[in-house]
């Protein structure tokens, strides 16, 4: 079965501490990766995604992720974080089903400290 | 332009009742998805509509759930008798076609069951 695993369900950081959150996938088809974010009382966001090309792409607010296919992962990455951070990311994989089915992680809990 | 709209924000029912959730799209996108997420867990995929059609229901739970599209504009959920086990924060989120599979999410409907 399809699912998306990711390695942490709750990380807390200084600011200016650098982040990385795991992220792996498990189907051997081609696949569309997403981080999404959603922020305490606002809806999920989309923070980057990857279908082609360059493996390493830039989203919004100094987020990179890099997809290493040999491994599945999606690992997304900020050099320095801000308390403004402070939210829940998910790493999700759309599938093309007919339809376009996502299948999302948990979801990671992070918590900046000023 | 308006986002993802759901209604309503929050319903308590007690178990055999009947709920119906709604969810207003961006107006022009014709892909519609529904998931939801039960506290603590991970976001789970309901349904996938193109238009008025349903291209991947393959998330949905059981026959006590039933998603509509009339028109292809705005669609419902509806769960019916609702069981504990139905209690979550249920998202909609929609996209416009042509490849791009960034989605957006409603506000979303938190469903308990009593």
């Known amino acids: 079965a399809q699912s998306v695993s990711q390695h942490n369900h709750h990380v807390i950081l200084s600011e200016a501490a650098s982040l990385e959150l795991g992220c792996n996938y498990s189907?051997?088809?081609?696949?569309?990766l997403f981080w999404y974010v959603q922020y305490p009382g606002q809806h999920l966001q989309l923070l980057l995604k990857?279908?082609?090309?360059?493996?390493l792409v830039k989203g919004i607010k100094g987020f990179e992720a890099e997809f290493i296919k040999s491994k599945f992962s999606f690992n997304l990455r900020k050099p320095s974080v801000q308390w403004s951070d402070t939210a829940e990311y998910f790493c999700?994989?759309?599938?093309?089903?007919?339809?376009?089915?996502?299948?999302f992680g948990a979801g990671t809990r992070l918590f900046v400290k000023a | 332009e308006a986002g993802v709209t759901q209604f309503p924000s929050h319903s308590v029912i007690e178990k055999g009742q009947t709920v119906t959730l709604r969810c207003d799209p961006i107006?022009?996108?014709?892909?519609l998805y529904w998931y939801r997420r039960v506290m603590g867990k991970e976001i789970k995929f309901l349904l996938h509509?193109?238009?008025?059609?349903?291209?991947?229901e393959s998330g949905m739970p059981n026959n006590r759930f039933l998603a509509e599209r009339t028109g292809g504009t705005y669609s419902t959920l509806k769960v019916q008798p609702a069981e504990l086990e139905d209690s979550g924060v249920y998202f909609c989120?929609?996209?416009?076609?042509?490849?791009?599979?960034?989605?957006?999410f409603g506000p979303g409907t938190r469903l308990t069951v009593t």
């Open positions: 107006s022009g996108h014709d892909n």
């Open positions: 189907y051997g088809g081609t696949v569309n």
């Open positions: 999700a994989v759309t599938l093309n089903t007919g339809g376009f089915k996502t299948i």
């Open positions: 509509f193109v238009k008025e059609s349903k291209q991947d």
């Open positions: 990857y279908f082609s090309g360059d493996p």
């Open positions: 989120a929609s996209s416009n076609s042509g490849g791009s599979y960034e989605q957006y």
